[in-house]
């Protein structure tokens, strides 16, 4: 499945943190707040009305059955009080007339009675027909509130879907930038809403990340561009000097410098994308050794399986240098380098890793804390640099019994990253 269809598939699962399906829910419960609240007024209202209504029938029918009785000379509609419900006995109890609405079983009705000259009369009207109406209505209702949910849901899911798409096309492109892809920009947008808006700010981060990013780097450059020529007359100049223990202090200084500016001009190619993998066939475990051997300290080397790839042999050896270097400055002994098939690993015997390297990678300038000892924090962004022109990976991690361990997976096909 590819990426765009991974991405559609997330889009519309369900997800109770999505901001999309949050709107979806919101709207699906206004639109339920308000069928209910409607379906109730509609409800009150027509019983209301159904109530007055039936309460008029029935006066009316008592009165035209009175009226009927006495112009044929008969009694009226008499009822006895075991008849009516209680509640109507209790209105007409010293006289008067009144209505009661009784329903059922075994049907609704409507109760009107009168109590006159001693005599009690009264007569119902069956509501049957009002209460079937009022159901029906009820149905109706109900029916077409689910229909529009089941349309205005959809719907509104459907609509949420551009703006989602809109805020996740930003998140992948903040995503990018974070993960160093500083190129990443989510492009123009259209509409002048808060997405486009969020859009344009986080291109604009990345401009002017990329602008400051740039500045520090050319600012790096031109400082070791700068040091290198009086820091070779420096060298020569401390070469000259007469043997003696104040000399053999200056030229270890100088040496420490003369490197620091050398690391400097390499990252600043690093950085400027100038460094190109000139890979060839390279036997990996005779590689690392004659790497370490070359660094002048004790490392124990083990092979299992090497392979002979291909890569930049030069590249590699720089990576494996330094790698061996950080474990003797940052670390402790024993160091241990195992190569085995396309991987090779340097581990220490020290404090291990900081954790702030762990989480973000090595970057210059910073060797975690004071006890890892000196340096620049240079060595390693220089592997690391390094290791992705040749299209290597390189993970930092600490062992479980202590120790820093850098593990550098060589590419299969022996791809560089520039390729």
């Given at each position: 499945?590819s ?6 598939v ?6 109770p943190?999505?901001?999309?399906w ?28 159904s ?5 008029a ?24 009080p075991?008849e ?28 009107a009675?009168r ?18 109406t ?6 109706h ?20 879907e551009?703006?989602?798409?809109r ?5 992948r ?13 989510t ?15 986080v291109?604009?981060?990345a ?35 007469p043997?003696?223990?104040v ?14 500016v050398?690391d ?8 400027a ?14 590689l690392?050794?004659d ?24 590249r590699?050896?720089r990576?494996?240098?330094n790698l ?10 024993p ?41 620049h ?9 390094q ?10 991690a ?6 820093a ?7 299969e096909?022996?791809?560089p990253?520039?390729?």
């Amino acid at each position: 499945m590819s990426g765009g269809r991974r991405g559609a598939v997330a889009g519309l699962v369900p997800h109770p943190r999505s901001l999309r399906w949050k709107i979806v829910l919101l709207v699906a419960l206004a639109c339920a707040s308000m069928a209910l609240t409607v379906g109730v007024l509609v409800h009150e209202s027509v019983l209301r009305r159904s109530l007055n209504e039936g309460g008029a029938r029935a006066t009316a029918s008592l009165e035209k059955a009175l009226e009927e009785a006495a112009a044929a000379g008969e009694e009226g509609p008499l009822a006895s009080p075991g008849e009516l419900p209680d509640p109507l006995l209790r209105q007409i109890e010293h006289g008067g007339e009144a209505t009661f609405y009784e329903n059922g079983p075994p049907a609704p009705v409507f109760w009107a009675a009168r109590r006159e000259g001693g005599k009690l009369y009264a007569v119902e009207v069956d509501m049957t027909a009002d209460l079937l109406t009022r159901q029906a209505l009820d149905r109706h209702m109900w029916k077409y509130s689910l229909l529009t949910l089941g349309v205005v849901v959809p719907a509104t899911a459907l609509a949420s879907e551009l703006p989602a798409r809109r805020l996740r096309r930003v998140a992948r492109t903040a995503r990018r930038i974070t993960a160093g892809d500083l190129d990443a920009r989510t492009g123009p947008v259209r509409g002048g809403d808060e997405v486009a808006e969020i859009s344009a700010v986080v291109d604009s981060m990345a401009d002017s990340l990329q602008r400051r990013i740039d500045t520090e780097q050319r600012f790096t450059a031109d400082v070791a561009h700068e040091l290198r020529t009086p820091l070779m007359g420096l060298v020569t100049s401390a070469e000259l000097l007469p043997e003696g223990e104040v000399t053999d202090l200056v030229q270890g200084r100088v040496r420490v410098l003369r490197d620091l500016v050398e690391d400097l001009l390499e990252i600043s190619r690093l950085d400027a994308g100038a460094e190109r993998s000139r890979p060839g066939p390279v036997d990996l475990a005779g590689l690392v050794r004659d790497a370490v051997r070359r660094t002048g300290l004790a490392a124990r080397v083990s092979g299992q399986d090497a392979a002979v790839v291909e890569t930049d042999p030069r590249r590699l050896d720089r990576i494996v240098s330094n790698l061996v270097v950080n474990a003797h400055r940052h670390g402790a002994g024993p160091v241990e380098v195992v190569v085995a098939g396309r991987t090779v690993t340097v581990r220490d015997h020290g404090p291990g890793f900081p954790p702030d390297l762990l989480a973000h990678g090595p970057q210059r300038f910073r060797t975690g804390t004071a006890e890892r000892g000196r340096g620049h924090g240079l060595g390693l962004t220089i592997a690391s640099g390094q290791a992705k022109v040749i299209g290597a990976a390189l993970d930092f991690a600490n062992a479980p019994d202590g120790g820093a361990v850098a593990t550098l997976r060589l590419p299969e096909d022996g791809t560089p990253a520039d390729a």
